[in-house]
Each structure stands twice: as structure tokens, then as C-alpha cells.
Nanobody, 116 residues
């Protein structure tokens, strides 16, 4: 069983920064990728950022040059999302995910609210 625990959400003014953290625990054999989705009210869940096992990253166009996904070199089961220059349209529940072997696991989500 694998659990993902997120932290770091909150309320911030436009232009501010937040850092989200996600740690996977449990029986973990091989992590193919970890990343973040988000879901804004009334919208579909969208993939925000992915960190692949080889170190490559992918971002949705709307967050490029503002968000950075990274891992802890001493704890590869932890992933961070540094969010800078936040905009009101970044307001959403952010969900961490992990692709381990052939399965996907999800965290419970953390709310990010950006006020104008």
C-alpha cells in the first residue's frame, strides 16, 4: 500500500509564492514519475507538472517559467512544487500523484487560493 501526503497549500496574494510538498510512503518498488494535478472549481482536473524518473520535467504551458517541480536528492520519494508569481487563475485544489510500477496513486489534495 502506498500513501501520498501533501502539504504547503494556503492563501496567498497575487504575485506571491508557495511551495507544495508531497511524500510517498509504504511499499515502493520503483517510481516512474511523480507530479501534480490541479482542479479549479467547475473545471476539469489538469496536469500541472511531472518529474520523470530520469529527471526530465514537463509543465502545462500556463505555469511554465513560474512553477518548478523538483525532488529531494536524499529522498527520491518526495516531490516539491515551487510556485512563483501566482495568479488568481492558479486557485485550485492541487493533487500529488505517483506512478509506481503500473499503478497510479493520489494524495487527498491541498487547497491553493490566490487572491487578487
Amino acid at each position: 500500500q502506498v500513501q501520498l501526503v501533501e502539504s504547503g497549500g494556503g492563501l496567498v496574494q497575487a504575485g506571491g509564492s508557495l511551495r507544495l510538498s508531497c511524500t510517498a510512503s509504504g511499499t515502493i518498488f520503483s517510481i516512474n514519475a511523480m507530479g501534480w494535478y490541479r482542479q479549479a472549481p467547475g473545471k476539469q482536473r489538469e496536469l500541472v507538472a511531472t518529474l520523470n524518473r530520469g529527471g526530465s520535467t514537463n509543465y502545462v504551458d500556463s505555469v511554465k517559467d513560474r512553477f518548478t517541480i523538483s525532488t529531494d536528492n536524499n529522498a527520491k520519494n518526495t516531490v516539491y512544487l515551487q510556485m512563483n508569481s501566482l495568479k488568481p487563475e492558479d486557485t485550485a485544489v492541487y493533487y500529488c500523484y505517483a506512478n509506481i510500477v503500473v499503478r497510479y496513486y493520489w494524495g487527498n489534495g491541498t487547497l491553493v487560493t490566490v487572491s487578487s
